[in-house]
Structure formats: structure tokens, C-alpha cells
């Protein structure tokens, strides 16, 4: 069984920037995880789920036209870890942000979610 631990969520300002991780663990090798799409989800009140980024195995990267230009989704998979550096946040980009793994898109393995909070 796999499991996917998020971390680096929190409150910031307007304009400021967080470092989301999403760290898989369990019956998972960094050979297996390379194999992974790994993307970012994202929830707000009263909305439904949307991609935020993504990143196949060959290293391709998909952003949603919100967020271009100012996350950057990576992964390191020696440490089967995910990461997305969100800059220039905004009101809007409050929701809770959800790491996501699979061979598609959405994956089978969700992380637990975690709030951002972008509010002066």
C-alpha cells in the first residue's frame, strides 16, 4: 500500500509564496515511483476539484492556465517525493491542495490534503 504525506501548507499573504511537499511512502521504491504521474489538486468551498499541475515520468509538465507562470511543479525521485513552489499567491488560490500518484490521471493514491490559506 502506498501512501502520500503532504506538507507545507499554511497561511501566507498575498503576493507570498509556499513550498508544498508530498513525500509516498510504503510499498512503493524510487524505481516505482518514477513510473508515477504525480500532480497537485486543489478544492475550494463550493467548488469542485480541479489539476493544478502535473508531472510525468519523463519529467512533462502540465499547469492549469490559473497558475502558469507562477507554480512549478518537480519531483525527485530518489526520494519519491513531489513538490510544488507556489509564488505570487492570490486570494483565489485558497483552497485545500491535494497530492495525487498514480500511472493516470488522477492516480489511485490521494494524500491527505492540506489547507493554503492566502489572506492578508
Known amino acids: 500500500q502506498v501512501q502520500l504525506v503532504e506538507s507545507g501548507g499554511g497561511l501566507v499573504q498575498p503576493g507570498g509564496s509556499l513550498t508544498r511537499s508530498c513525500a509516498a511512502s510504503?510499498?512503493?521504491?524510487?524505481?516505482?515511483?518514477?513510473?508515477?504521474?504525480m500532480g497537485w489538486y486543489r478544492q475550494a468551498p463550493g467548488k469542485q476539484r480541479e489539476l493544478v499541475a502535473r508531472i510525468t515520468s519523463g519529467g512533462t509538465t502540465n499547469y492549469a492556465d490559473s497558475v502558469k507562470g507562477r507554480f512549478t511543479i518537480s519531483r525527485d525521485n530518489a526520494k519519491t517525493t513531489a513538490y510544488l513552489q507556489m509564488n505570487s499567491l492570490k486570494p483565489e488560490d485558497t483552497a485545500v491542495y491535494y497530492c495525487?500518484?498514480?500511472?493516470?490521471?488522477?492516480?489511485?493514491?490521494w494524500g491527505q490534503g492540506t489547507q493554503v490559506t492566502v489572506s492578508s
Open positions: 495525487n500518484a498514480g500511472h493516470v490521471t488522477p492516480g489511485q493514491h
Open positions: 510504503g510499498s512503493i521504491s524510487g524505481s516505482i515511483f518514477s513510473f508515477y504521474v
